[in-house]
């Protein structure tokens, strides 16, 4: 079975630092990976993707994702906070061997806040 | 484009009742998910829909009915509400191939005394 973990639940980092948000995955086959935002009562936003390819893929809001097959991460980084990025970040995991069909998995989320 | 929207809002039931959450996407996605966040628990798989006709449990199923008559609604029904469905609802669609990305609804904040 196909699941995701965010093992912290608060991350704090100055503004103008970099960030990064853990995420590791477990799947049967190669996994399809997301990365999505919300903010205070909104719902959730795509940040990024991996399908295959480039391990670094990049996306909305210069936020960037390593995919890393040998330590089953996908972790989230940005190499300069901002106040505004400060939100609830959701790491998500889908195995597409199995079936075309599995449903997305999410992690529990990662609280990040940003100090100016 | 509206994307994808859910009424209510909010709503407040008393146990036992019953009440149908709105979810209705206008970008043609066959592929439509109901969630339920909690704190704590991240987002949680009610049900899903591959497309019209077709429904699938996710990983909390109990409580909750859906069907998919149109590829645009996706309706949730619960069918007696109990305090432990207290909880932030939504609804996400995709197109169909697994690869790709989900679009999320506002979400139902529903309390249930």
């Known amino acids: 079975a196909q699941s995701v973990a965010q093992p912290e639940d608060q991350v704090n980092v100055a503004e103008g630092n970099p960030l990064t948000v853990k995420c590791t995955y477990s799947?049967?086959?190669?996994?399809?990976l997301f990365w999505y935002v919300q903010y205070p009562n909104r719902g959730l936003q795509f940040l990024l993707k991996y399908i295959t390819g480039d391990n670094l893929v990049k996306g909305s809001y210069g936020f960037e994702a390593e995919f890393n097959k040998s330590q089953t991460s996908f972790h989230l980084k940005k190499p300069s906070a901002l106040v505004s990025d400060s939100a609830l970040y959701f790491c998500?995991?889908?195995?597409?061997?199995?079936?075309?069909?599995?449903?997305?998995?999410f992690g529990k989320g990662t609280r990040l806040s940003v100090i100016a | 484009n509206a994307g994808v929207t859910q009424t209510p809002k909010f709503q407040v039931l008393k146990t036992g009742q019953s009440m149908t959450l709105q979810c209705a996407q206008d970008m043609n996605h066959e592929y439509m998910s109901w969630y339920r966040q909690d704190p704590g628990m991240g987002l949680r798989l009610i049900h899903y829909?591959?497309?019209?006709?077709?429904?699938d449990q996710g990983e909390v199923p109990n409580g909750y009915n859906v069907s998919r008559s149109t590829t645009e609604d996706f309706p949730l029904r619960l069918l007696s509400a109990a305090p432990s469905q207290t909880s932030v609802y939504f609804c996400?669609?995709?197109?169909?191939?697994?690869?790709?990305?989900?679009?999320f609804g506002p979400g139902t904040r529903l309390t249930v005394l």
């Open positions: 998500a995991v889908r195995d597409p061997f199995n079936s075309e069909n599995t449903p997305l998995v």
């Open positions: 829909s591959v497309g019209a006709g077709i429904t």
């Open positions: 996400a669609s995709s197109w169909g191939s697994s690869y790709n990305e989900q679009f």
């Open positions: 799947v049967s086959g190669n996994p399809y």
